[in-house]
């Protein structure tokens, strides 16, 4: 089970740290990726760590503003999110499996979403 957390409301230009924090499994055995989906819109990747921890990858979008780390120990992933942008107002939702890949349907696991909202 995954449980996100740590979204809410934030000027644009402030920062969030989002976290991931996995029961009941060995989370460091999995790839953990962050996805968002605004409303009307489609789901998309935003950024994935290997189990293995090394360089994160991004989404365009983010690459630069945004930033994944692990703590395996914590059985914890975060999101740090600097320079929000309202366009970044979206559900952000944590999701493991066993692939690095971006697509979203290729992961097993979802958190239950967790609400950014970045005010202009």
């Known amino acids: 089970q995954l449980q996100a957390s740590g979204g809410g409301l934030v000027q644009a230009g402030g920062s969030l740290r989002l976290s991931c924090e996995a029961s009941?499994?060995?989370?460091?055995?999995?790839?953990t990726g962050w996805f968002r989906q605004a409303p009307g819109k489609e789901r998309e990747f935003v950024g994935i760590?290997?189990?293995?921890?090394?360089?994160?990858y991004y989404a365009a979008s983010v690459k630069g503003r945004f930033t994944i780390s692990r703590d395996n120990a914590e059985n914890t992933v975060y999101l740090q999110m600097n320079s929000l942008k309202p366009e970044d107002t979206a559900v952000y939702y944590c999701?493991?499996?066993?692939?690095?890949?971006?697509?979203?349907?290729?992961?097993?696991?979802w958190g239950q979403g967790t609400q950014v909202t970045v005010s202009s």
């Open positions: 009941g499994r060995t989370f460091s055995m999995y790839t």
């Open positions: 760590i290997a189990w293995r921890g090394g360089t994160p």
């Open positions: 999701a493991a499996g066993s692939r690095v890949v971006t697509t979203a349907s290729a992961y097993d696991y």
